[in-house]
């Protein structure tokens, strides 16, 4: 099972800053096969960025992807209010399972 | 844009079956390339898929719940659905359905798996306790 761990925890910013959050795999993820999704409370989970860098469908630009083998990133350029979520990361490299970071929670500080 | 809505109880005893269904609208199970399955999400937890099915009725489980899993899909009423049996309290949670995209699974003496979810439904929360 390949573990992802994201980094940090918790990232409280206000609007208009930088976000910048880290996903790390316990073993190469094969290829660039990670996607991002932000969650908000009581909501299901919406896919943002997929093949690690590939804006899904109606996402903002200011979100953006990085990264390949065991490290990745998502950034998002400038925080607007609706912003303010929790983020996971989600391997799919060719694993017998398919798996999820622990999330990163990004508040408003 | 299709949609994806779970249904089922909310309600599970300990050491009964858990039974879900996730009704696809606006997209036909059997005419398109993508695969279908489960995620849950205990209470202020994270989440787990669950498995997927294809409209061909080939199913892909998560290696840790396959002893209790049985995931199937029923192309006539665009609709497929989750038993997960031998609950207790740790199978608490949020399970949404959801498309997944991507590309095939490549199977040999495993299977691996290439996909995300890019659609999901609300999710529906099943609690077990007596």
């Known amino acids: 099972e390949i573990v992802l761990t994201q980094s940090p925890a918790t990232l409280s910013l206000s609007s208009g800053e930088r976000a910048t959050l880290s996903c790390r795999a316990s073993q190469s993820v094969s290829g660039i096969y990670l996607a991002w999704y932000q969650q908000k409370p009581g909501q299901a989970p919406r896919l943002l960025i997929y093949?690690?860098?590939s804006r899904a469908t109606g996402v903002p630009d200011r979100f953006s992807g990085s990264g390949s083998g065991t490290d990745f990133t998502l950034t998002i350029s400038r925080l607007e209010p609706e912003d303010f979520a929790v983020y996971y990361c989600q391997q799919y490299g060719g694993s017998p399972q398919l798996t999820f970071g622990g999330g990163t929670k990004v508040e408003i500080k | 844009q299709p949609q994806l809505q779970e249904s089922g109880p909310g309600l599970v005893k300990p050491s009964e079956t858990l039974s879900l269904t996730c009704t696809v609208s606006g997209d036909s199970i059997n005419q398109s390339p993508y695969y279908w399955g489960w995620i849950r999400q205990p209470p202020g937890k994270g989440l787990e898929w669950i498995g997927t099915v294809f409209y061909s009725g080939t199913t892909y489980y998560n290696p840790s719940l396959k002893s209790r899993l049985t995931i199937s899909v029923d192309t006539s009423k665009n609709q497929f659905s989750l038993k997960l049996n031998s609950v207790t309290a740790a199978d608490t949670a949020v399970y949404y359905c959801?498309?997944?995209?991507?590309?095939?699974?490549?199977?040999?003496?495993?299977?691996?798996?290439?996909?995300?979810?890019?659609?999901w439904g609300r999710g529906t929360l099943v609690t077990a306790s007596s």
């Open positions: 959801a498309r997944h995209s991507g590309y095939p699974p490549y199977c040999g003496d495993d299977c691996y798996f290439y996909w995300y979810f890019d659609l």
């Open positions: 093949d690690a860098s």
